[in-house]
């Protein structure tokens, strides 16, 4: 009986020993999936911030390019029916013309889609958007990845003064 019960010990010991390092072996590849998710978000704001950079040193808009806004009058600016680059145009040469941009950024995790939306926002506030013309536009842009939870996104507010 002494042969069977060293047997059954040793058998238990490989047994705990096994769930030891599936554990192990199950801590560790979590630890891996949260850095791969740690660094497409953090390239993913990369990419972001890099977008709103560009469209941040471009002018305000292109109908007062190289003069003053007449009398401080919105309404001598493009209307936001025309935000977007015109056909044929390959580059941006004002803020709104990234309204409707869509691109595809290949990384170090691979492929990031762009999205990007112009508005005019009220006179007086960050987040109010509205229909006519204002002195005010802001800018969305939205990356997304397929090892994102969510979208990251980020805002830039410029202003014509």
Do not use: W
């Not at 554990?23 to 740690?38: G, Q, Y």
Request: glycine fraction near 6%.
């Amino acid at each position: 009986m002494e042969d069977y019960s060293e047997l059954i010990l040793s058998l238990a010991a490989v047994v705990l020993f096994s769930l030891f390092a599936l554990h192990t072996n199950r801590i560790m590849h979590a630890s891996d999936l949260r850095d791969v998710e740690n660094g497409v978000k953090a390239e993913a704001l990369r990419i972001t911030e890099s977008v709103i950079q560009r469209a941040s040193v471009l002018p305000f808009d292109e109908l007062v390019i190289g003069t003053r806004l007449q009398n401080m009058n919105p309404e001598s600016l493009t209307s936001s029916e025309n935000f977007g680059m015109p056909e044929g145009r390959e580059s941006p040469i004002d803020f709104d013309d990234f309204h409707g941009k869509e691109m595809m950024i290949y990384g170090v995790y691979g492929e990031f889609v762009i999205t990007c939306e112009v508005e005019y926002i009220a006179p007086g506030t960050v987040s109010v958007p509205m229909g006519g013309r204002s002195v005010r536009k802001r800018l969305t842009v939205t990356t997304n990845h397929e090892e994102l939870n969510s979208p990251v996104r980020m805002r830039y507010l410029k202003s014509y003064y």
